[in-house]
């Protein structure tokens, strides 16, 4: 049985099929719609969500499953003191996939030790959140035809912010490709990430608190929100939360085919102006999280028997 906890789960060679699977889904969602007739996926909520965890239940439903779940700490047994492995055990026996978001980095990780049953992880604390980076590889090879050769710019809450270390992780495998930090120094890319991803990669990188210096240069420009949840003082977050925000004007020097991404919500980091230029690409890219999760629902499930290799244990 295979987990989808951390980017590095999947080997390069089962990311792209997976992407392809996923490119396969968009094209023709028909041959998919009844793949998962009489399958449940359980949502396990412990964090706030409305992309990840809707985009789940869309995908399984779209694959003929259903749905059930929480979408809150306060909602489940949690609130009285269950642990993770017992829910784990336990919601085992209620569905045939768990995918979980908690606040606490590892929970994921704990449901995956116990659970009879695949778990994905939803998001992990400041930690990691793989089909995030799945729903972004998707989004960059269909802005580019392509994935690596590509120069990216990570903006904003590089600490705080697990969607960009596991878009690093995942993106440090392709080739010839360059990375440019963008944030104020209290924000920085975590240590370890830049030690154990990025300098091994042998990848290109710079640091940079000044966006407007970098934009030529980049095919790709992923803005992120300042992670108030994550914060220890709100003084320091309010200092903090308005560092960047991508405006019309500041694209002026940008290239003609740059793509825009976010992982969104956003808050104030990208102005609604941006929204009606070409190269915005956010909303496609949360489109495409459907169809990736649809693509890994089936690869876990055994369904797509092509994506995933066979592994022991
Ligand atoms: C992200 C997350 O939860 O980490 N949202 C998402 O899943 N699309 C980004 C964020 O909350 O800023």
Do not use: W
């Amino acid at each position: 049985m295979r987990h989808l906890i951390d980017p590095l789960d999947f080997s390069l060679e089962e990311t792209d099929r997976l992407l392809a699977l996923a490119t396969d889904i968009i094209r023709e969602p028909g041959r998919f719609a009844h793949l998962c007739d009489g399958r449940i996926l359980a949502t396990l909520f412990y964090e706030p969500s409305t992309r990840t965890r809707l985009s789940f239940e869309s995908a399984m439903m779209r694959l003929g499953g259903k749905v059930l779940g929480f979408a809150g700490a306060d909602m489940s047994s949690a609130a009285k003191g269950e642990s993770v492995a017992d829910t784990a055990r336990m919601v085992s026996g209620y569905a045939d996939i768990i995918a979980m978001r908690h606040f606490k980095e590892g929970a994921p990780y704990v449901a995956s030790r116990y659970a009879g049953v695949p778990v994905i992880n939803a998001g992990d604390g400041g930690h990691q959140h793989p089909t995030q980076t799945l729903t972004d590889l998707l989004t960059i090879l269909r802005c580019r035809g392509k994935i690596g050769g590509t120069t990216i710019g990570l903006c904003g809450d590089l600490k705080f912010g697990r969607t960009v270390h596991s878009l690093i992780k995942a993106l440090a495998r392709y080739e010839d490709m360059r990375f440019v930090f963008i944030s104020p120094d209290e924000l920085k890319v975590p240590g370890y990430i830049v030690k154990e991803v990025v300098r091994p990669s042998g990848h290109p990188y710079e640091s940079t608190r000044a966006m407007e210096d970098v934009m030529p240069q980049l095919d790709i420009l992923y803005m992120t929100r300042v992670q108030r949840e994550r914060f220890f003082n709100e003084e320091d977050y309010v200092r903090l939360k308005d560092s960047y925000v991508l405006t019309a004007d500041k694209l002026r020097t940008a290239k003609p085919d740059l793509a825009i991404l976010h992982p969104l919500p956003r808050v104030n980091e990208i102005s609604p102006e941006v929204d009606d230029d070409p190269r915005a690409k956010y909303f496609e890219q949360a489109r495409n999280g459907v169809f990736v999760r649809m693509a890994l629902i089936l690869a876990l499930l055994g369904l797509a028997p092509e994506v995933l290799q066979e592994r022991g244990a």
